[in-house]
């Protein structure tokens, strides 16, 4: 699986979406199943800028069909119906160090 640092360099909201984008349709022509992304969760566990802006694209993506579904890392476990459904399709992802961490620094992204 993919992972993307948006978290790294203090990258402004604004090229943390542009690469975010660039990085979907990369995924999509390559035939990638997910996208992990790092973004953190902002300074006392309240929600960071770049957390909530790549959230908020998504919506708007999924809504378009841009891409197939997202879910935050709390989600990302074994007992999570749409992180089977991503496990399904690429095993190797079972090895992801952050599989079952109840990671909310992360969002899993499903690519149509």
């Keep these: 699986m993919k992972c993307l640092n948006l978290k790294e360099n203090g990258a402004s909201v604004e090229y943390a979406l542009a690469v975010l984008e660039i990085e979907v349709e990369g995924a999509k022509k390559s035939g990638d199943v997910a996208i992990k992304v790092l973004h953190g969760y902002g300074s006392h566990g309240r929600g960071g800028a770049i957390l909530i ?3 908020r694209q998504l919506r708007i993506w999924k809504k378009s069909g841009f891409i197939k579904d997202f879910f935050g890392g709390d989600e990302w476990d074994i007992f999570n119906k749409k992180t089977l459904n991503i496990l399904q399709s690429d095993k190797s992802i079972y ?13 899993i992204i499903q690519i149509n």
């Design 95 to 107: 090895n992801d160090e952050d599989l079952n961490k109840a990671n909310p620094g992360i969002t």
């Design 53 to 55: 802006a790549v959230r």
